[in-house]
């Protein structure tokens, strides 16, 4: 019963370009909705997040995009650069951070 | 600023031995997290506190114990380690008090093989 799913494992983009990053979910009961960046490693590190009453989130180059009729959420990455190389973990929350629910994770590739 | 250290970073365990992995935080959060990834999977809770003296389970509690007797250290204790607990191990933290609680800070994590 996996109801968070990225169903990209891994995703390669030119430098400069960008990067979409996608991530599906069941739970109609989730209403906040994060993405986690991990380098090898390392513990992966809080990126942006959004709340289920806001449809866009905006932080520098990361935007986060939420479409709650389709149960989809998305992250936006412009431009892409090299250190943006990562594992991309979307998760979800209903009520509380001990309710977190993560995806498996996307390999970003950014390439020069 | 250390943040959230665990030790050790690399661990052999023969089937049927026991090892406590130590996770200390200095951020004075009040929440604390022990999670497990495996290849190709996403980050599954394994226990959880909400302070120092509560501890509960997560999602996949079997094999594990914690405790909590600071603010600052959740320990994990394995008795009787299984290949099915080969894995890699992070522990995280959070300040459910400002409202941030699903931002979790994490370790940089344990990787554990049972032979």
């Known amino acids: 019963d996996q109801q968070v799913k990225q169903n990209s494992p891994s995703l390669s983009v030119q430098e400069g370009r960008i990067s979409i990053l996608n991530c599906d979910y069941t739970?109609?009961?989730?209403?906040?909705f994060l993405w986690y960046k991990k380098y090898p490693a390392e513990g992966p590190t809080f990126l942006i997040s959004?709340?289920?009453?806001?449809d866009k989130n905006e932080d520098g180059r990361f935007t986060v995009f939420l479409n709650k009729s389709a149960k989809h959420l998305s992250l936006h990455i412009v431009p892409s650069q090299p250190g943006d190389s990562a594992v991309y973990f979307c998760?979800?929350?209903?009520?509380?951070?001990?309710?977190?629910?993560f995806g498996q994770g996307t390999r970003l590739t950014i390439n020069p | 600023n250390a943040g959230v250290t665990q030790t050790p970073k690399f661990r052999i365990l023969k089937i049927g031995q026991s090892m406590t992995l130590q996770c200390a935080q200095d951020?004075?959060?009040?929440?604390m997290y022990w999670y497990r990834q495996d290849p190709g999977m996403g980050l599954k809770l394994i226990y959880y506190s909400v302070g120092a003296g509560i501890t509960d389970k997560g999602e996949v509690p079997n094999g594990y114990n914690v405790s909590r007797s600071t603010t600052e250290y959740f320990p994990l204790r394995l008795e009787l380690a299984a290949p099915s607990q080969t894995s890699v191990y992070f522990c995280a933290s959070s300040d459910r008090q400002t409202g941030l609680g699903e931002k979790l800070f994490f370790g940089s994590g344990t990787q554990l093989s049972v032979l």
């Open positions: 998760a979800a929350s209903a009520g509380g951070a001990q309710k977190l629910v």
């Open positions: 739970n109609s009961m989730f209403d906040y």
């Open positions: 951020m004075n959060h009040n929440y």
């Open positions: 959004i709340s289920s009453i806001k």
